[in-house]
């Protein structure tokens, strides 16, 4: 499994865009990108995923570079309630039963 | 939408007790995990399942724990002889077919062993 690097926390004001870059330098040729979000006290999330460009829904998107070492999470005009941890995931997309293996994830405090 | 139940929401059970943490996975889902996480850290996985039998465990999945899917939409987890550092949020999870990237949790079961 690919190693990921994602900053321990970030503070925003409400309204405002917030990025959040992964790095993911040893990541395969068949790996995708996913993020996971997951509030206080409640199970994780799965927000989005990608495996390269630009993918986007309507929660969040993600921009992955061609050399694909590294994606952005970006969350536009957040509020309160997006206060939470986002957890950036490499893997195979559909490699059967393997588990998620969760880092410690990017602690987002929204602040009004 | 679908989505992942678990029961109890909140356990409280003496040390050396026997406890089972009930989930019931999206209906036309095939594979089932249970993960944890002790207050403050990361979420662990402990062990996957899929066409009835273990796919996969973690090294904290030990002769203590089992799982068990004992009907149609039922998956269970249980600690045989719980001990005092198995005190976490314990969250079920399940996936489709070749989509096991996209898990969907469950609310989680607080388990506070005393």
């Known amino acids: 499994l690919a190693k990921t690097t994602q900053p321990i926390s970030m503070d925003s004001y409400e309204g405002q865009e917030v990025n959040i870059t992964c790095s993911h330098n040893?990541?395969?040729?068949?790996?995708?990108i996913t993020w996971y979000q997951q509030f206080p006290s409640q199970g994780p999330r799965f927000i989005i995923q990608?495996?390269?460009t630009k993918v986007t829904n309507e929660v969040a998107s993600l921009f992955i570079p061609a050399d694909r070492k590294s994606s952005t999470l970006s969350l536009p005009r957040v509020s309160l309630s997006d206060t939470a941890v986002y957890y950036c995931?490499?893997?195979?997309?559909?490699?059967?039963?393997?588990?998620?293996?969760f880092g410690k994830g990017t602690r987002l405090s929204v602040i009004a | 939408e679908p989505e992942v139940t678990q029961t109890p929401s909140h356990q409280v059970t003496q040390m050396g007790q026997e406890v089972i943490l009930r989930c019931v996975p999206i209906?036309?889902?095939?594979?089932f995990y249970w993960y944890r996480q002790i207050l403050g850290q990361k979420v662990e996985f402990l062990v996957s399942?899929?066409?009835?039998?273990?796919?996969?465990k973690s090294e904290i999945f030990d002769d203590q724990f089992s799982v068990e899917r004992p009907d149609g939409s039922n998956f269970t987890l249980k600690i045989r002889s719980t001990k005092l550092e198995d005190s976490a949020m314990y969250f079920c999870?399940?996936?489709?077919?070749?989509?096991?990237?996209?898990?969907?949790f469950g609310p989680g079961t607080r388990l506070t062993v005393t």
């Open positions: 999870a399940s996936s489709s077919e070749g989509l096991h990237y996209e898990q969907y």
């Open positions: 040893n990541i395969a040729t068949n790996d995708y």
């Open positions: 990608g495996y390269k």
């Open positions: 995931l490499v893997g195979l997309r559909n490699s059967g039963n393997t588990p998620l293996v």
């Open positions: 209906s036309n889902h095939l594979y």
């Open positions: 399942f899929y066409n009835n039998e273990i796919s996969e």
